[in-house]
């Protein structure tokens, strides 16, 4: 039974283990992975030799689209950022929830970064591409008439209960002393089992689109 181990030997084992990560792994799933898993900051990651460039580069070409609906009006844009849904849920719960029904949907499409307003009818072309085009990240549904968040990437399709959405992000910002992949990993653990299922009929009728 090994009782000590040097620092040495330790550092060769790590290294060796992020080696087999990289021979294993897509760089996205190797970064979600030193992220998510490792607890790995960006200084650490970039200490043991890791780059990352091709990705961010790669990442920095992807957009999001953006839908807003209310009872009364709707506002499509797109969006410089590539947003997951822990992202969806910051801009909601922290900027916008408290707004809803008070401010108008394009004064809300402020909160999102670079956002560029996009005519109705183009939305429903740009969200039935989005598998074909790798330039487009995420699609986001934000139907206030319904309190639900519409989320689709890759062309898989969430639905969530806002306030459910909104909840999980608070839960998981009670610590300031977190890091942003601990708060991430907390927020999916308490958003996990909480889709509202849709139908087939209604998944096919309404596409991650809309009610445009």
């Not at 506002?75 to 969806?88: E, I």
Request: proline fraction near 1%.
């Amino acid at each position: 039974m090994i009782n000590d181990i040097s620092k040495e030997r330790q550092t060769e084992i790590i290294e060796k283990a992020l080696d087999w990560f990289s021979e294993h792994f897509e760089a996205k799933e190797l970064l979600d992975i030193l992220h998510e898993h490792l607890d790995m900051t960006d200084a650490e990651i970039d200490l043991f030799g890791f780059d990352f460039s091709d990705l961010e580069q790669e990442e920095d070409n992807r957009f999001s689209i953006v839908h807003l609906h209310d009872f009364d009006e709707d506002y499509c844009l797109t969006s410089s950022k590539s947003y997951d849904l822990y992202d969806a849920a910051e801009i909601y719960h922290k900027y916008m929830k408290s707004d809803v029904g008070k401010l108008s949907l394009d004064s809300l499409a402020h909160w999102f970064d670079d956002p560029n307003w996009i005519d109705e009818r183009l939305y429903p072309i740009l969200c039935q591409s989005l598998s074909k085009n790798g330039e487009i990240s995420t699609i986001i549904n934000f139907d206030f008439a319904n309190e639900e968040l519409i989320y689709s990437i890759d062309s898989e399709l969430r639905v969530y209960d806002l306030e459910d959405v909104s909840e999980a992000y608070a839960k998981a910002n009670q610590n300031n002393g977190l890091c942003t992949a601990t708060r991430k990993n907390i927020f999916y653990e308490n958003i996990l089992g909480k889709e509202i299922e849709c139908s087939t009929e209604s998944d096919e009728e309404e596409s991650p689109s809309m009610n445009v």
